[in-house]
């Protein structure tokens, strides 16, 4: 069971927007930055949004990173195909003294 | 260009001992900790620990702690991740990252580590 909870899946059609959420507590989301990232099978991650919103050069501004309160949100528009990876957010837990990530969420363009 | 290269894929029976390797290159090596994630056949990403190289300094995640060890030689900017007694669980990809701020933004390939009777 992991420290945040993502939903196991989201899908959406090509074009579209769609959001995974990632849920955690103050000891970690909600006193901490979040990142996100994205993988392909049998690669290894790649960063995609970092302190919350922040995007490493070379990140297409289709990619989104929010934070409120003890939840953050990916937002993804402009959907390709391509874009089909499993993400997972992740972040620092103050109680734990270690980092944490979200179990995944496999992300499906019908 | 920044670069984590992994040492290769492990095959290895219970109760051996095994020591994985990260060498970074392209930037200062001792400017930014190493965090080592392991990801399970089918799972999802879990961290397990990092090391500062500058004075090997370590957080271990509790579910980590006491069966694995985290080290570093800064002279040949490579991080270690080691078993002294390797389980079946063991078997799992190993992925190095460099931590820059509250992410990971240069990632290894990945290790591979199968262990089987």
């Known amino acids: 069971q992991s420290v945040l909870t993502q939903p196991p899946s989201v899908s959406a059609a090509p074009g579209q927007k769609v959001t995974i959420s990632c849920s955690g507590s103050?000891?970690?989301?909600?006193?901490?930055?979040v990142s996100w990232y994205q993988q392909f099978p049998g690669t290894a991650p790649k960063l995609l949004i970092y302190?919350?919103?922040k995007r490493p050069s070379g990140i297409p501004d289709r990619f989104s990173g929010s934070k409120s309160g003890t939840s953050a949100t990916l937002g993804i528009t402009g959907l390709q195909t391509g874009d089909e990876a499993d993400y997972y957010c992740g972040t620092w837990d103050s109680s734990l003294s270690a980092g944490v990530f979200g179990g995944g969420t496999k992300l499906t363009v019908l | 260009e920044v670069q984590l290269v992994q040492s290769g894929a492990e095959v290895k029976k219970p109760g051996e001992s095994l020591r994985i390797s990260c060498k970074g290159s392209?930037?200062?090596?001792?400017?930014?900790?190493i965090t080592w994630v392991r990801q399970m056949p089918g799972k999802g990403l879990e961290w397990m620990g990092r090391?500062?190289?500058?004075?090997?300094?370590?957080n271990y995640s509790p579910s980590f702690q006491g069966h694995v060890t985290i080290s570093v030689d800064k002279s040949i900017s490579t991080a270690y991740l080691q078993w002294s007694s390797l389980k079946d669980s063991d078997t799992a990809m190993y992925y190095c990252a460099r931590a820059s701020g509250y992410g990971n933004d240069y990632w290894g390939q990945g290790n591979l580590v199968t262990v089987s009777s």
């Open positions: 392209g930037y200062s090596f001792t400017s930014y900790w």
């Open positions: 302190d919350n919103n």
């Open positions: 090391i500062d190289p500058s004075d090997s300094y370590t």
């Open positions: 103050s000891s970690n989301i909600g006193n901490n930055y």
